[in-house]
């Protein structure tokens, strides 16, 4: 079965146990679903009632698709996402996102946690993406390109909404925190990088590290939806600081930066029209 077919159950399986078609497609990072709970008249369906949907295994990760309206934006929020260091392939990582824009959303927002390599960041910091450098060794567009979705080579000189990006900054200030912009470089992970890998990231230009996010960007891209991306930077990259990364911390710093992301997303997300 071809991805299209797979892409078409998922998306018939989830349509008919929608109130409304989204808009904008939400995927919570690391510690950071608890957003999904905030939700309005909300419909929750868990991955396992999905055909073809890849089960979400890391911790901090729930599994399930929330369907529900912020302000009067109708929204799709994804509690969990598949990575591919859990052995998903690029096109399982990407599968949520194809179905979110088969669905209707024009747009997505991405959440992520990653280790902040520019020393001006903090623990706790919310950071807009800008660009990225896919050191992930892998691209969910290899492979037939289905020319109905998107063009074989699509161009990704604005991979994330410079407007997107303007309209969240203003709510930041309006929130009281700043909201500075990075370039965030996705490897495969699992393992926290070396510091010798963080001073070659740093020189290559980037602000931030993590191992997700990338694919689906790709994807959303190809797809011609416009993205928002946000990383909160839950500990500071392998080396710069004089101690050991762990998950737990990961997730930690995601629960307390959960009242500012929130506020963020309710005043962003209304304003994202595509
Ligand atoms: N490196 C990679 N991914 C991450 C990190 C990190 O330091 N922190 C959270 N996700």
Redesign the pocket.
């Known amino acids: 079965m071809n991805q299209r077919m797979m892409v078409e159950m998922a998306v018939a399986a989830v349509q008919g146990k929608l109130g409304a078609a989204p808009a904008v497609g939400i995927v919570l990072g690391?510690g950071l679903g608890g957003f999904a709970g905030e939700l309005h008249g909300a419909v929750t369906i868990p991955y396992e009632e999905i055909p073809h949907w890849p089960a979400s295994t890391a911790a901090g990760h729930a599994g399930k698709l929330v369907a529900g309206h912020i302000g009067n934006q109708p929204v799709i929020v994804l509690s969990g996402r598949a990575h591919l260091y859990e052995g998903y392939t690029p096109l399982q990582a990407t599968f949520a996102t194809r179905v979110m824009k088969m669905l209707g959303a024009h747009s997505v927002v991405i959440t992520n946690?990653?280790?902040g390599i520019n020393l001006s960041y903090s623990q706790g910091a919310l950071v807009a993406l800008c660009d990225h450098i896919n050191l992930q060794g892998s691209n969910p567009l290899t492979g037939p390109n289905d020319d109905g979705w998107g063009p074989r080579f699509p161009d990704m000189s604005e991979a994330y909404s410079a407007g997107y990006r303007d309209i969240a900054k203003e709510a930041a200030t309006t929130l009281g925190f700043p909201l500075p912009e990075g370039v965030y470089a996705a490897?495969a992970?699992p393992n926290?990088?070396t510091p010798a890998e963080i001073r070659y990231l740093r020189a290559i230009g980037a602000d931030l590290?993590?191992?997700s996010t990338v694919p689906e960007v790709i994807v959303a891209n190809h797809m011609g939806m416009k993205v928002l991306a946000i990383s909160c930077v839950?500990?500071m990259?392998?080396g710069v600081l004089d101690q050991k990364?762990d998950h737990e911390e990961?997730l930690e710093t995601g629960r307390q930066v959960r009242s500012r992301f929130t506020a963020l997303l309710n005043a962003v997300v209304p304003q994202l029209k595509g």
Do not use: D, F
């Open positions: 690391s946690a990653a280790g490897l992970g926290y990088e590290v993590g191992m839950t500990n990259a392998a990364i990961v």
